[in-house]
């Protein structure tokens, strides 16, 4: 419902609520960032498609987080570009609860996914004579398989206890996208029980994942402790920071904004860093793992110099 009690069909998304200059300013930065995060992402997974030495278990799962930051950033940037670009603040109900389903379904597979990488490189490193048995293609899928699968729920879930509030205080969101803080400040029905539900699946999605990550890599750091050299410990390691890089920026983010304990009261801060973990992480995931790994450059050398040649 709506201010004048009619049902809500429509919302208005504030965004950043900017002058004319410094809107067309964002949109032309927002538009870069957003191409670059195409180019990397779909890149890297044609990359790894196209060398043979790519086809392993991490880079399979790579390729998968690639693809997962270009759909999740797809779902939110052009809504954005839109607003800004043309003023049109308006998203029908029905486009909103889709919005933030696929958003919700991207995200938390992002988050399943970052644990498997985590195992995978548990397996790696602590048992490398397993490695080829304990990671074989069907494992891989399965575990692939496993993330979409519970994002599926989670979102579904997440989106139904959502949607089933009543909007009646306004049908303004003081955001650039539908998600969860602004919806809430919007529902006027009681939201304590199915806030308490959704904000357990976010929980448990988070600590879920985050626990996986955290005793792989204390497995993973006594094992490089108990190398002897220095060189091959310098070795060893450095084939886990680009995914701990990537680990650190995405869970931080959200954590920040959906496991503090003030959903929707800071709403300046919320944008501020959903620009970071919408554009900016998913920019930065092809260069951080290409530029921290060896046979990343060299096949990206490779293609640089068939494209020379032709």
């Known amino acids: 419902m709506a201010e004048n009690g009619t049902r809500v069909v429509e919302f208005v998304l504030t965004g950043f609520q900017l002058q004319a200059a410094q809107q067309m300013g964002l949109f032309i930065m927002f538009l870069v960032f957003y191409l670059i995060t195409l180019g990397g992402n779909l890149g890297m997974i044609v990359l790894i498609q196209s060398d043979p030495r790519l086809h392993t278990p991490m880079y399979f799962f790579l390729s998968h987080l690639s693809f997962l930051d270009s759909c999740y950033s797809s779902v939110t940037v052009p809504q954005l570009l839109e607003t800004l670009g043309t003023n049109k603040m308006v998203i029908t109900y029905e486009r909103c609860a889709t919005q933030f389903f696929f958003f919700t379904l991207y995200a938390s597979a992002e988050c399943l996914l970052l644990a498997v990488m985590a195992y995978d490189r548990y397996v790696a490193v602590c048992n490398p004579l397993l490695y080829a048995t304990a990671m074989a293609p069907r494992t891989c899928l399965w575990l692939v398989a496993t993330a979409y699968a519970g994002a599926m729920v989670n979102s579904v879930v997440r989106t139904g206890c959502t949607f089933s509030f009543s909007f ?143």
């Open 168 to 310: 009646c205080k306004s049908n303004r969101i003081d955001f650039f996208f539908c998600d969860l803080p602004p919806l809430l400040k919007l529902a006027c029905s009681e939201t304590r029980l199915r806030e308490k539900v959704i904000f357990l699946l976010a929980f448990l999605v988070i600590t879920a994942s985050l626990s996986v990550i955290l005793m792989s890599y204390l497995f993973i750091i006594r094992a490089i402790l108990r190398i002897r050299a220095a060189g091959g410990k310098a070795k060893t390691f450095s084939t886990c920071t680009s995914h701990m890089t990537a680990v650190a920026l995405f869970f931080g983010t959200l954590i920040f904004i959906y496991l503090k304990g003030d959903m929707g009261k800071s709403l300046w801060e919320d944008k501020i860093v959903s620009v970071f973990y919408t554009m900016v992480i998913p920019m930065l995931n092809p260069m951080i793992y290409s530029l921290r790994n060896k046979e990343v450059k060299e096949a990206l050398k490779k293609v640089l110099r068939r494209m020379e040649v032709s």
